[in-house]
T-cell receptor, first 112, second 113 residues
Framework: RKEVEQDPGPFNVPEGATVAFNCTYSNSASQSFFWYRQDCRKEPKLLMS???SGNEDGRFTAQLNRASQYISLLIRDSKLSDSATYLC?????????????FGQGTELSVKP | EPEVTQTPSHQVTQMGQEVILRCVPI?????FYWYRQILGQKVEFLVSFYNNEISEKSEIFDDQFSVERPDGSNFTLKIRSTKLEDSAMYFCASSGQQTRGYTFGSGTRLTVV
């Protein structure tokens, strides 16, 4: 099983659509979880951290289910500028300098 | 907003040559990292560095690789004898606290010919 696995994509949606990304992780000891966004040939940029209680930032909502080892990201009212690759990222554990494990990414293309 | 700065943005080198990739992490951060991304593939962890020593490294980070923090601001990745398969985007990152998101630099695109 891959350490972090995401929907294969790509997702092609019209402006204004709601789109959901799913992710699973294999290491039950993982302690922190993130969604990053990566534009073509650019660095990953933190979109939001993901907490067990669920959290929302404007049009973006992230959920974490530790029992199922499942993470999700919902984007409402999608904009053209949301087009990017969305990376599910898990911090591997509790040691200092814990490494981030990246999923392979799900590409989103928002069309007019 | 504080940034992680990487230089150069693009480096072309001949196979077998040594390269040094440079990074200036965010000044009050304590943890430093190198990641790489081969074109079309996922971002992969190489090494983490804390308190002037390597805290973890991946299988990719073999004897050809080394890291150094030569002064209070720079953090470097050296590849001693580059191979064609080292061609990738190399990202430096830093963090202040483990549970917060890391800040990535804009990357160095390394092309080995």
């Amino acid at each position: 099983r891959k350490e972090v696995e995401q929907d294969p994509g790509p997702f092609n949606v019209p402006e204004g659509a709601t789109v959901a990304f799913n992710c699973t992780y294999s290491n039950s000891a993982s302690q922190s979880f993130f969604w990053y966004r990566q534009d073509c040939r650019k660095e990953p940029k933190l979109l939001m951290s993901v907490y067990s209680s669920g959290n929302e930032d404007g049009r973006f909502t992230a959920q974490l289910n530790r029992a199922s080892q499942y993470i999700s990201l919902l984007i409402r009212d999608s904009k053209l500028s949301d087009s990017a690759t969305y990376l599910c990222v898990v911090n591997s554990g509790g040691n200092q300098g814990g490494k981030l494990i990246f999923g392979q990414g799900t590409e989103l293309s928002v069309k007019p | 907003e504080p940034e992680v700065t990487q230089t150069p943005s693009h480096q072309v080198t001949q196979m077998g040559q040594e390269v040094i990739l440079r990074c200036v992490p965010i000044s009050n951060h304590l943890y430093f990292y190198w990641y790489r991304q081969i074109l079309g593939q996922k971002v992969e962890f190489l090494v983490s560095f804390y308190n002037n020593e390597i805290s973890e490294k991946s299988e990719i980070f073999d004897d050809q690789f080394s890291v150094e923090r030569p002064d209070g601001s720079n953090f470097t990745l050296k590849i001693r004898s580059t191979k064609l398969e080292d061609s990738a985007m190399y990202f430096c990152a830093s963090s202040g606290q483990q549970t917060r998101g890391y800040t990535f630099g804009s990357g160095t695109r390394l092309t080995v010919v």
